[in-house]
Structure formats: C-alpha cells, structure tokens
C-alpha cells in the first residue's frame, strides 16, 4: 500500500446536510455510512450504535444516546405529503402508501427530504474537478 504524505483527512462529526464549516469546492472525497431510513424498514441504528456512542463519548449527555433515532433521515415525520422533490416515481409511490398507511407515507417522505438535502450539501462541498476524473 503506498501512502501520499501530502494526503489529508479530517473527520467530521456532524449533520451532513449542513455545511459544517467545509468550504464549497474543498472536499475530493465524501464517506458516509448508508442512509438507513428508519428502524422499521431498515437498520435500527440507534438502537445498535448507543453503546459504541456512548464508550467512544460522542454525546455530551449519555441519555441522548437513546433519541438518536429522531436525528437521523426520516426520524420525524413530515407534517403532510407536500414536497417539492420533482419525483413522479415518489408522489406515485406515496399515493400508494399513504392509501394503507398515511403516517408511514408522511415517514418516507421525511426520509427522502432529508437525503435530498444530505446529497445537495455533498455535491457543494466536493471538488468539482474531480466528480467525473
């Protein structure tokens, strides 16, 4: 494995659809963990990252540990099925939902707002040199 002195990282912790202090144009690479949604579809995050987070002390208070869950994309609710995402497949696939179950149409909905705010922040931060090299 070769290393490049010149290399640097920094690691983040943060809300990744805010800028964080990153300049627009700085960053050449982004990681992230996936984007799970909420526990009842996906990963129950929160719940199998409390202990992890609270031995490597990333919450000042260990109680917030357990509340995680509301901080991470499609934690909280929308308060209605109002988007402006431009997605026929998402307003069709919610029309559908919300036809068995409004409260979780009102959750996907959360969940996709939220990454389309995560991914417009990435791409203002990412070189844009470098996006198609």
């Known amino acids: ?29 982004i990681i992230t963990s996936p984007p799970y949604g909420d ?3 996906t990963v129950a995050y929160g719940q199998f990252s409390r202990l992890s987070a609270q031995w490597i002390d990333i919450f000042e208070n260990p109680n917030k ?6 901080e991470l994309l499609g934690g909280r609710a ?9 997605s026929t497949y998402l307003d069709q696939s919610l ?16 969940f996709y707002i939220g990454l389309e705010k995560c991914l417009k922040q990435a791409h203002a931060i990412l070189n844009q040199i470098n996006i198609f090299a």
Do not use: E, F, P, W
């Open 39 to 41: 526990s009842r579809t």
């Open 95 to 110: 029309s559908k939902i919300a036809k068995a179950d409004k409260d979780r149409a009102r959750d996907v909905l959360s």
């Open 65 to 70: 540990a357990s509340g995680v869950d509301n």
């Open 1 to 29: 494995m070769m290393s490049d002195k010149k290399t640097k990282a920094k690691i983040i912790y943060g809300d990744s659809s805010q800028s964080n202090g990153i300049k627009s144009n700085s960053a050449d690479c």
């Open 78 to 86: 929308t308060k209605d099925l109002v988007h402006n995402l431009k």
